[in-house]
């Protein structure tokens, strides 16, 4: 295996550059107009800064360096100014699992560490120190850095690694090859995501359909009336205008927090990946793991509509809803083995709500096994389908951040400092955008280069 980024997000961070600096050039020959005034010059500078960092940030991201091969021999590494060629002799373990990225709350990602026998020294700079198990150890890389398929990459690294790895992130140890691997790790059952390959393409892009229309009814009856609103009434008086701004801020959020994003989280879950640990229902959610007591007393099952926002799905909560046990578009269930694995340790609960939650469960799991199983498909196909989806939403958040740019032109002509203000806000927001839409065409890259490698 050799593993590098992908020449696509380099040429993309590049291209970004460019075109940041050209917006950085654009600003500082507004600064030079004479007419310009001292406000004006003032958000100017600020935007040229915020600008710049940008710029500097795209260019270090396309030329660091970052390569990393593995073979039956061992590995080299390759990763900024770090260099080092490892045979499997000097490596003790090799060992996948979750860091806290700090700064960001408690968002955590799955990284690879490598652990060397006693007494070999892995030289690694500072940024790349580690520990693993109290034993020194080097961090590689997160395993979202370069465009991999995470499961697939396990596979591939189990077949050199041999005994060596050790894989701790519930989500990719099911896929080892070793059973004794799996079950000296899981302690219990995975439960797979659900619903499987075109499946939950379908579903999801059943909730997508009903949020879009959710964000256009934002858009058209938050939006734009805050805008408008802002705009007339600071004709009236600047000050009467910024506080009609704040207040405009304020409902256009709470909007967008209370309606737009009623079916987000039922679009999380038909991808969360489930293990049951113990007593407890581990849910693996992107790079977030949550971690749920069986035993607390506090499992309910939860008919179709008891909810909003999960459509047809019958649900398991904690009490807040964790696991779909039915589909939100069609209302099939899960896979009855996977009810009964929740059943059997909710039963063992000494808590009658727990125990009543199980027998709901079991109720469903009696119902589930009429009618044929769904087959997953082609799982390569449905993540471009899916990848694909969401790169649209791009244009959408597009047309939101270009409403706000214009009514910031359209203020400036009438207002001192407001319209500078509400300009500002639309360059930041843009900024955002930016790094967003890099995200998603480098998502539906990798997704489309992994279904291209498929088929060839």
């Given at each position: 295996m050799n593993l590098r980024r992908p020449v696509s997000s380099r040429v993309l961070a590049v291209v970004f550059a460019a075109l940041t600096g050209g917006f950085v050039g654009y600003l500082v020959s507004l600064q030079l107009t004479p007419s310009a005034s001292v406000s004006g010059r003032l958000c100017i500078g600020a935007t040229s800064v915020i600008a710049l960092l940008m710029a500097a940030g795209f260019l270090w991201y396309a030329l660091q360096r970052f390569q990393v091969g593995v073979d039956r021999d061992g590995w080299t590494v390759r990763i900024g100014r770090y260099r080092r060629d490892l045979r499997w002799a000097e490596i003790s373990a090799v060992v996948i699992e979750n860091r806290e990225i700090e700064g960001r709350g408690h968002r955590v990602v799955p990284a690879l560490f490598l652990v060397p026998e006693p007494g070999v020294s892995l030289d690694a700079p500072s940024d790349l120190w580690a520990t693993v198990d109290g034993r020194p150890a080097v961090r590689l890389f997160d395993l979202t850095e370069p465009k991999i398929e995470e499961k697939q990459f396990v596979r591939d690294l189990a077949s050199l690694a041999g005994d060596r790895l050790e894989v701790r992130v519930h989500r990719l140890n099911s896929v080892q090859p070793s059973e004794d691997a799996r079950e000296r790790l899981n302690d219990g059952k995975a439960l797979p995501a659900f619903l499987p390959g075109v499946e939950g393409v379908r579903t999801q892009r059943f909730l997508n359909r009903?949020?879009?229309?959710?964000?256009?009814?934002?858009y058209l009856f938050a939006l734009?009336?805050?805008l408008l609103l802002t705009g007339f009434t600071a004709r009236l008086h600047e000050l009467l205008g910024a506080a009609v701004a704040v207040l405009g801020l304020l409902a256009v959020?709470?909007?967008y927090a209370r309606f737009v994003t009623l079916f987000s989280h039922a679009t999380t879950l038909v991808d969360a990946e489930l293990a049951i640990s113990g007593t407890q229902l581990v849910s693996?959610?992107?790079?977030?793991?949550?971690?749920?007591?069986?035993?607390?007393?506090?499992?309910?099952?939860?008919?179709?509509?008891?909810?909003r926002g999960y459509g047809k799905a019958w649900l398991l909560g904690f009490p807040h809803a964790v696991v779909l046990l039915g589909d939100p578009r069609t209302g099939r269930l899960r896979d009855h083995d996977?009810?009964?694995a929740l059943s059997a340790v909710l039963r063992e609960s000494p808590h009658e709500a727990d125990r009543a939650a199980a027998r709901d469960v079991d109720s469903l799991a009696v119902q589930s096994q009429v009618g044929d199983r769904t087959e997953p498909g082609d799982a390569e196909n449905a993540n471009l389908w899916?990848?694909?989806?969401?790169?649209g939403r791009v244009?959408?958040?597009?047309?939101?951040?270009?409403?706000?740019?214009?009514?910031?032109?359209?203020?400036?002509?009438s207002t001192h400092y407001l319209g500078g203000a509400v300009i500002f806000l639309g360059v930041f927001l843009a900024t955002v955008w930016a790094m967003y839409a890099l995200y998603r065409i480098l998502a539906l890259l990798g997704a489309a280069w992994q279904a291209v490698r498929k088929d060839c």
């Open positions: 009903r949020r879009f229309l959710l964000f256009v009814g934002w734009v009336p805050a959020v709470a909007a693996v959610i992107g790079d977030r793991v949550h971690r749920h007591d069986m035993h607390a007393g506090k499992a309910v099952v939860l008919p179709p509509g008891a909810k996977d009810l009964r899916t990848s694909l989806t969401k790169a244009l959408a958040w597009a047309v939101v951040v270009g409403s706000v740019l214009l009514a910031g032109g359209w203020m400036l002509e």
